[in-house]
């Protein structure tokens, strides 16, 4: 049995791992956990259904990026449709929220679309 100092060596080295002690790498060096917002979150869902969420290196960083490409896209669609006749307050309350839920949808959908649900070269 080798030490642990051992088994992080052969690890930093890229050597290849029995099962027993990639039980003992996995106790010694406890994962980070990653914390992503809402476009994030989902991008990584996607990636998980699909089976491709292990083939990119810099996945928590990818996922960041994700979710400020989707937050910045957010705010551009909101400040280009928000113009949209179909999207200005009226004055009535009922109505208003209306056409605030149908904008916040419709902005949703395009992120949705544009970004998540697409299998890019990452």
Do not use: C
């Not at 990636?47 to 996922?63: P, Q, R, V």
């Not at 989707?70 to 009535?92: I, S």
């Amino acid at each position: 049995m080798i030490s642990d100092k051992e088994l992080l060596a052969k690890v930093e080295a890229n050597e290849g791992l029995t099962v027993d002690e990639v039980k003992r790498y996995q106790e010694l060096v406890k994962p980070q956990k990653h914390v992503y917002g809402k476009w994030g979150t989902l991008k990584r869902k996607y990636l998980e259904d699909k089976g491709i969420d292990w083939t990119i290196a810099n996945l928590s960083e990818y996922l960041n990026g994700v979710d400020k490409q989707a937050e910045d896209m957010y705010n551009v669609l909101y400040a280009k449709l928000y113009q949209n006749p179909l999207y200005k307050r009226t004055g009535e309350f009922m109505e208003d929220y209306r056409r605030l839920t149908a904008l916040q949808h419709a902005i949703e959908e395009e992120i949705l679309q544009e970004i998540l649900y697409t299998e890019e070269a990452v």
